[in-house]
């Protein structure tokens, strides 16, 4: 059967969809698919709305259609009322994905895994998405995924170890560990152990050049933890949701964190690592965001040495307790409030940049593109999450080479090859 693969929202989907894809014979678009799996989101109103958006385009074409994600967990009559929609399977069965589609008995299908081969990348990307963990045990006020992904879970530190080996035989050079909220991963096993001990064991088991952490909660991290960014292999680049940079909002929004907490944890990265790109989400417009509260969080926001930000206008979803609270800030006003953020965030993410003009850092190709004077115009990423654009005469892809960062460009850094690994 030939699948095609879809997916919205957050880093963890990406990953889900990359175990499963290694189960199928996969086809690049949707129209010579005999299925379609779109793996669906609800973090807010407009992915959930593009959710709906992918089911549908994924129906006209008359392949079979499944449905699996936070979205369809949440609707799912909603979601298995579509067009074209054959089936539904919620966030609890998730994990087993491929067996219930491929009518395979889940145990069977553990003993006897059709590839196990983590793809580095399916949509041509020479990065591994991993998952360690999945669910949630807080309660953000404003949050629909701990509902709808459930408890915090692990994944165990072997299997994990399988996944990264697996990866790295299919030719990946750097691996993203994954989750809903990476910093409990270990907290829920048997003795509890904490990631400081999932990563220690992974540099020394694997010779894997790149780990990169996906989006991590500012709590549950030791300075034990941080110290382990002193070993080259590790990507420095923290995506740190901050939310708000207001103390009351924080408090509202349930968050286990103080700004102070938030700026020391900033202040430890940097330290270790000069480098360090940290990156972050903002909410503009939270239930009772008054105009102290929001100036409250413009002063944090340009006191922090940020990388850039995604800026939400905040959006009620459905069963938390945001969405009832009094107060809903009106959505020009959260328009407004979310333009300004994003300004700041652009006018970071430049001076982020150009700070490392004239500086020398290991890239990793990821994608390249004939240009019209005939080269080949490539994309790459550094350890600290910098964008690099150069010319090559023939296609890179997967390597990693050392650049000389020479400029920006229409919002881009361009380099120069040093040294070819
Ligand atoms: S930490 Fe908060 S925002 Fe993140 S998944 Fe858990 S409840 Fe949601």
Redesign the pocket.
């Known amino acids: 059967m030939k699948v095609f693969f879809d997916t919205i929202g957050c880093r963890l989907n990406q990953a889900e969809i990359e175990r499963y894809a290694a189960q199928f014979t996969l086809v690049p678009d949707a129209g010579s698919a005999d299925m379609v799996i779109v793996n669906t989101c609800s973090v807010t109103a407009a992915a959930a709305s593009d959710s709906r958006g992918k089911i549908r385009s994924a129906s006209k074409n008359g392949a079979q259609v499944v449905v699996t994600g936070c979205w369809s967990t949440m609707e799912p009559e909603i979601a298995s009322a579509m067009d074209g929609v054959s089936l539904v399977v919620p966030n609890e069965k998730k994990d087993s994905l491929p067996s219930i589609v491929l009518g395979i008995e889940p145990e069977i299908f553990d003993e006897e895994p059709l590839k196990r081969i983590i793809l580095p990348g399916i949509h041509a990307r020479t990065r591994a998405f991993i998952k360690i963990q999945d669910g ?1 045990d ?3 006020t404003f ?1 629909v ?2 509902l709808v992904r459930g408890k915090s879970r692990s994944v165990g530190k072997e299997r994990v170890l399988r996944d990264v080996l697996a990866a790295i035989n299919a030719g990946g050079r750097e691996i993203v560990l994954t989750g ?2 990476l910093g409990a991963w270990g907290l829920d096993l048997d003795p509890a152990v904490e990631l400081a001990d999932l990563i220690e064991f992974l540099l020394c088991e694997t010779d894997i050049p790149r780990i990169r952490l996906s989006s991590l ?1 500012s709590w549950n991290l030791s300075d034990r933890f941080l110290r382990l960014w002193e070993n080259p292999r590790m990507c420095p680049h923290f995506h740190l ?1 901050l939310q708000s940079g207001s103390d009351s909002v924080l408090k509202r929004m349930a ?1 286990r964190t103080t700004l102070a907490e938030f700026r020391r944890l900033v202040e430890t990265a940097i330290s270790i690592v000069p480098d360090f790109a940290i990156t972050t989400d903002v909410i503009a417009g939270f239930p009772g965001e008054t105009d102290t509260e929001f100036a409250e969080t413009l002063e944090f926001i340009r006191s922090i040495p940020f990388a850039g930000g995604h800026v939400f206008p905040y959006s009620p979803r459905p069963g938390t307790p945001a969405a009832r609270m009094k107060d809903q800030v009106p959505k020009a006003i959260q328009k407004e409030r979310a333009k300004v953020l994003r300004d700041i965030f652009e006018q970071k993410t430049e001076q982020f940049e150009t700070s490392f003009i004239g500086t020398d850092k290991d890239v990793l190709w990821e994608s390249s593109q004939l240009s019209k004077d005939g080269l080949y115009e490539t994309h790459g990423l550094s350890g600290n999450y910098l964008t690099v654009t150069t010319k090559f005469s023939t296609p890179v892809r997967n390597r990693i080479d050392t650049v000389r960062i020479t400029g920006r460009e229409e919002g881009k850094l361009t380099g120069k090859v040093l040294k070819i690994s």
């Open positions: 949630c807080n309660h953000c949050c995924t701990h809903v909220n909660e949701p968050r």
